[in-house]
């Protein structure tokens, strides 16, 4: 079983920066695909990006690819999710997820933390 709890999340202007931080407990994380969704209100939840167990590779969805960087440390279980030029459509909960790294599904997910784009 992997716990997952986010932080970081928070108010900020548009143009802004957040760093957003995910910590893992119960397994370590070196054979767990992760990644970042996020689900805005009345809408679906969506993918933002995905970084594979060993750090080699990253995935961005279009909409952030530019924007954001997601990034793992094994040793210390920790994954963030580096977002720069906030726009106001980036405002959702953001969840934090892992994926075993031979899996389909993602199957552990945090609870979320909220980030405001807002003036």
């Known amino acids: 079983q992997v716990r997952l709890v986010e932080s970081g999340g928070g108010l900020v202007q548009p143009g802004g920066s957040l760093r957003l931080s995910c910590a893992a407990s119960?397994?370590?994380?070196?054979?767990?695909?992760m990644g970042w969704f996020r689900q805005a209100p009345g809408k679906e939840r969506e993918f933002v990006a995905t970084?594979?167990?060993?750090?080699?590779?990253?995935y961005y969805a279009d909409s952030v690819k530019g924007r954001v960087t997601i990034s793992r440390n094994n040793a210390e279980n920790t994954v963030s999710l580096q977002m720069n030029s906030l726009k106001p459509e980036d405002t959702a909960v953001y969840y934090c997820?892992?994926?075993?790294?031979?899996?389909?599904?993602?199957?552990?997910w945090g609870q979320g933390t909220q980030v405001t784009v807002s003036s």
């Open positions: 997820a892992a994926k075993w790294k031979l899996g389909r599904t993602y199957n552990y």
């Open positions: 119960g397994r370590a994380l070196n054979i767990y695909d």
């Open positions: 970084i594979i167990w060993s750090g080699a590779s990253t």
